[in-house]
């Protein structure tokens, strides 16, 4: 069973800093490409970027974020960092970790996704 738990949310002010962690259990995380995703209120959850297990990173939301956040691992410790500066109102969202593409599993009727339960991001301005 796979166990994503995200950490290091808060509120801060424009311009401030936050380190997210996420530790991963139940998954091979070494050999697996990790996400960090985001999901804003009223919209859909988007990838922001990823690592892959050698930490070739790249980010999909590279305009928005470009030079401002940095995603690394650390494979002794199973888990995925998010390290965002210069944080502004527009990044205030909900911030999750996954394998990319997401952990799935069955259901014994489906296939679903395995999600943790996030942490909440709030920039004011």
């Known amino acids: 069973q796979v166990q994503l738990v995200e950490s290091g949310g808060g509120s801060v002010q424009a311009g401030g800093s936050l380190r997210l962690s996420c530790a991963v259990s139940?998954?091979?995380?070494?050999?697996?490409?990790m996400g960090w995703y985001r999901q804003a209120p009223g919209k859909q959850r988007e990838l922001v970027a990823h690592?892959?297990?050698?930490?070739?990173?790249?980010?999909e939301v590279e305009d928005s974020v470009r030079g401002r956040f940095t995603i690394s691992r650390d494979n002794a410790k199973n888990t995925v960092y998010l390290q965002m500066n210069s944080l502004k109102p527009e990044d205030t969202a909900i911030y999750y970790c996954n394998s990319h593409p997401p952990h799935t599993y069955y259901t014994g009727s489906y296939y679903s996704e395995s999600w943790g339960q996030g942490t909440q991001v709030t920039v004011s301005s």
């Open positions: 690592i892959t297990s050698s930490g070739v990173t790249s980010f």
């Open positions: 139940g998954l091979l995380f070494s050999i697996n490409t």
